[in-house]
């Protein structure tokens, strides 16, 4: 991957791509994307973190909750509100990836 992007690294074996970041009710949240160790290839693995800061550092947590997700993924990624609100739209997608 060329150019200007920001990958996080948790750890050695878990790095991510930033895809989005947006701040919301005063906390930034972030739409990851998994990379491989040498960052240059997507994982199908994807999560939503949201940041707060205490003491100068930064803090990551994932977001899980469903009604929360609902809120933040349509500011995130605008794409997703078509399938939040019409998860049969969803459903049909998935069926012609499969």
Known sequence: MNG???VVEFDENDKWFVAAEKV????KYSYLIRVNNSEDD?????????SYFSNGEE?????NDKDELRK???ILVPESSEYI?????????LKEVS
């Open 72 to 74: 933040v993924m349509p």
């Open 42 to 50: 997507f994982i199908d693995e994807y999560q939503v973190v949201k």
């Open 85 to 93: 609100n019409n998860p049969e739209k969803l459903k049909e997608l």
């Open 24 to 27: 919301i009710n005063d906390f």
């Open 59 to 63: 803090y990551m947590d994932t977001v």
């Open 4 to 6: 200007l992007y920001t």
